[in-house]
């Protein structure tokens, strides 16, 4: 028996669940550590002393142990352009237009705004949570404490995410799909 019951949905409902690219970013606070790990092996490739090698690999696995505990993952998702759209305009109400901002300080907002909207949570090493909604001042507090090269690693993650992702670019969409 056919039945001509129309089926319907909420198309929003269904819409705000698009799944955008999402990845992860792997960054160490211990700095200190990786500089410490690097001028003691730099010594123990430089001495022929088998007791003080053995002595500087027993250091560099304590250090590597400690930096290892320094790893915190950052979970990050790409954002459609109505939301990049959506945080110019926050820029723009809270700096005033091109003509009126401090476009450095405005520009920096916006960028750290553009990576917070990037970040959905944060992991560290025991696996204890940071779910917040990132802002761009909490971005500006990050990078003013993170080494340049995990600023560039965020960054890069941005950018493939978002700016660099095309999610057809390489699906021939038809009908097999």
Known sequence: METNEKKTFNFMDFAAGTNFPTDTVDVYTDADAAYQIGKLEAKANS???DKVVKELEERIAELRKQFKASKVTIYMRGISPRMEEKLNKEADKKFGSDEDANLNDKNQWYNNAF???HITKVENAEGAVDDRDWTSEDITAL?????????????AMTQTLTLKADIFANVEVNPDF
Do not use: H, N
């Open 47 to 49: 001495t022929g002393d």
């Open 115 to 117: 990576i917070a909207a």
């Open 143 to 155: 990078f003013l404490t993170i080494t340049p090269e995990s600023i560039k690693r965020i960054v």
